[in-house]
């Protein structure tokens, strides 16, 4: 059974940074593409980045492109997102997401196996 669990969400300033960490448990952490998504309320999940099972691919949603990079451990089956640069549009809840499709293709929410709970991220202007 596959576990995806969240942490580092928190309540910011406008420009500040913020560190988000997903640990994951369970078997083939290395097969798969991981993924970021973002959910504001009484909007849809959308896309933030996702990272190849290698990690030497990654690929990222316009409006957070420059500012956040994803990054993977495999040693430690644990994915990061570092946002730069925070804006009050950033806040959401972020969830991370194991997917079967390399990170180009890795938007499409609907081929998610996995979700994690998600975290709250709070950006104040």
């Known amino acids: 059974q596959v576990s995806l669990v969240e942490s580092g969400g928190g309540t910011v300033q406008a420009g500040d940074s913020l560190r988000l960490s997903c640990a994951f448990s369970g078997r083939f952490f290395t097969s798969y593409t991981m993924a970021w998504f973002r959910q504001a309320p009484g909007k849809e999940r959308t896309f933030v980045a996702a990272?190849?099972?290698?990690?030497?691919?990654?690929n990222y949603g316009d409006s957070v492109q420059g500012r956040f990079t994803i990054s993977r451990n495999n040693a430690e089956n644990m994915v990061t997102l570092r946002m730069n640069n925070l804006k009050p549009e950033d806040t959401a809840v972020y969830y991370c997401?194991?997917?079967?499709?390399?990170?180009?293709?890795?938007?499409?929410?609907?081929?998610?196996?996995?979700w994690g709970k998600g975290t709250l991220v709070t950006v104040s202007s």
């Open positions: 997401a194991q997917n079967p499709n390399p990170p180009s293709a890795a938007g499409d929410r609907r081929v998610v196996n996995y």
């Open positions: 990272i190849s099972r290698g990690g030497s691919n990654t």
